[in-house]
């Protein structure tokens, strides 16, 4: 398993659960120095990604994209596939299919998670799900041009009421080729009966982990007991990255380097 920390560039976004902020290069500095394997990004849109040229910077650090959000689209934009107005739909579609393009260029996968959307008093959840999976058909074939997965990843009750459990990801997903789970420690001790079973039941399926405590700080600063969750992974064989999606406290360093001691701790405790 490999390690990454994320940095948002969507000032919409601030005060959410990443890591470092505003200034890419500078994050990936200080993964570079606390040992970090790769960043995940957030970007505003898919042009300013590209103008960030991260490519041979990344390459000097030694370090990776583990993935690229899209959740912008919603925050920034207020874009969703569940939208009633097939318009709005079109145009999340193509801000998340531009994402991809442009995170392919870093050989990163795309993440689809607030822009799922949910059911309204226009929209109930059988529409707002085929809506869904319109959405991730198009997308994920879009994505495997590029030999890349999509990520999508079930979310608590209080955020969507698309896909809250891993197994219920499953359904989501369910007939459409390219889709890989993410599955994100701290939505899951809100949601899932026994994390590790959910874990295993997803199996290979799971293409990336965001690692998180239970109050999505640093794992270590909560009550989570994240050791069940590492054995299944370790039983399911993932190799991806455990993905710090924290908030940056008590500032962004510390937060990072709390991080990359709890991977450091699980990952070696796992392999015991």
Request: charged share 20%; no cysteine; aromatic share 8%.
């Amino acid at each position: 398993m490999k390690s990454a920390v994320t940095v948002s560039l969507v000032e919409e976004a601030r005060g959410g659960p990443f890591v470092f902020w505003s200034d890419a290069l500078a994050a990936i500095d200080q993964a570079k120095v606390l040992g970090f394997d790769a960043i995940e990004i957030f970007p505003p849109d898919a042009e300013t990604l590209r103008r960030l040229h991260l490519a041979e910077y990344l390459s000097d650090a030694g370090l990776t994209v583990a993935a690229v959000g899209t959740g912008a689209g919603w925050i920034k934009h207020r874009l969703q596939l569940a939208d009633e107005d097939p318009v709005i739909r079109e145009r999340a579609i193509d801000f998340v299919r531009s994402i991809i393009s442009s995170a392919a260029e870093l050989g990163a996968p795309a993440i689809i998670g607030s822009m799922q959307g949910r059911s309204t008093k226009e929209v109930n959840r059988e529409t707002a799900k085929s809506f869904l999976r319109d959405g991730l058909s198009v997308l994920s074939a879009h994505a495997n041009q590029f030999g890349l997965p999509l990520f999508y990843e079930p979310l608590n009750r209080y955020e969507t009421d698309q896909a809250n459990t891993l197994a219920q990801g499953l359904e989501t997903i369910q007939g459409i080729e390219n889709v890989r789970l993410l599955a994100d420690f701290f939505h899951m001790n809100i949601e899932e009966s026994d994390i590790g079973n959910a874990i295993r039941t997803a199996g290979p399926l799971i293409g990336h982990v965001h690692f998180a405590d239970s109050n999505r700080m640093a794992v270590g600063l909560g009550h989570l007991d994240i050791a069940p969750a590492m054995s299944a992974l370790r039983e399911i064989r993932y190799s991806g990255y455990l993905s710090a999606e924290v908030f940056p406290k008590p500032d962004p360093k510390a937060a990072a380097a709390q991080t990359i001691l709890a991977f450091r701790a699980a990952t070696s405790s796992v392999a015991m």
